[in-house]
């Protein structure tokens, strides 16, 4: 069976349950607890989920795309098939429309058409996120040099959060910031995300640095250990209640299914050597067993 549907299940339950209805800047509620904490140890388990499908390969091209590529271009990802960032881009023109919740005269909320410019010279990305904040700090490099030559240091940390360049990015990112640590010879994780979407972005977001933290384990001669994951508004969008409520009884009336393995080209040995085309074909699931998709409407 797999853990990581017990403690997904778990946390979805604790949100319908405990949960607060709150507004957001989406237009769409969201019931919501302020904090949360997972825990994996990828000695034992890979985790992806098996009470709903979860793509492995549009999940690991998103997470190529920042930390390989360190790109910000969407149509890197269009190219490949993956139009998880479609909602973000940047049209020709150097704009971004959308439709949030902003206070009126008065104060309140109020659904309204948003528009913001960002320059030509910034159409079919997603501004000063995400990947383009790896390039300019140099952070996947940084911190593969600290694993191989300093893996003793405590001062590993890559944060995609860097207040200068908030103004100018389509969306901040929600995962801002990982540490790492190797502890007799076991490469470890702590991840932060501020703002987490539980039925579409968690699951998603998991498997892809449980991925990255096994790519860096192989290429830097260290053994994939354990995974944790801090939540700060942990919430399903009012919208999403229902097919969440399908995942849940799925678990239920039939548990789940047994975790598959991960597999990694064993021939690469440099983290950007890993292929990033659309067939991904480093990077394999051996004996994933799902119960089938679920459809969650996204919120911009």
Sequence with gaps: MSKWDEDYIALCKKILADGVEVVNRTGINTVKLPSYHLHFDLREEFPVLTTKQLFIRQAVLEMLWIYQAQSNDVRWLKDRKVNIWNEWEIDEAGFWTA????????????????????????????????????????????????????????????????????????????????????????????????????????????????????????????TPGTLDWSIKDAHIYVNQIEPIREQIKRFDEKGSLPAPKLWLNPEVRDFFSFDNSADCADVKLIGYEHMGKIAFPIAQ
């Design 99 to 222: 439709e949030q919740m902003l206070p009126d005269e008065n104060g309140a909320l109020k659904k309204t058409a948003v528009r913001r410019e960002f320059g030509k010279e910034w159409a079919h990305t997603i501004g000063t996120a995400y990947g383009w904040i790896v390039k300019k700090f140099g952070l996947t490099q940084t911190l593969i040099d600290k694993l191989q030559n300093h893996p003793e240091d405590r001062r590993m940390v890559m944060s995609l959060w860097q207040n200068d360049y908030l103004a100018t990015a389509v969306l901040p990112s929600c995962v801002w910031s990982s540490e790492w640590d190797v502890t007799d010879g076991r490469l470890n994780a702590w991840v932060h995300q501020r703002s987490c979407d539980v039925p579409l972005g968690l699951p998603f977001n998991v498997t892809q640095y449980a991925t990255l933290l096994c790519m860096l384990a192989q290429v830097t001669g260290l």
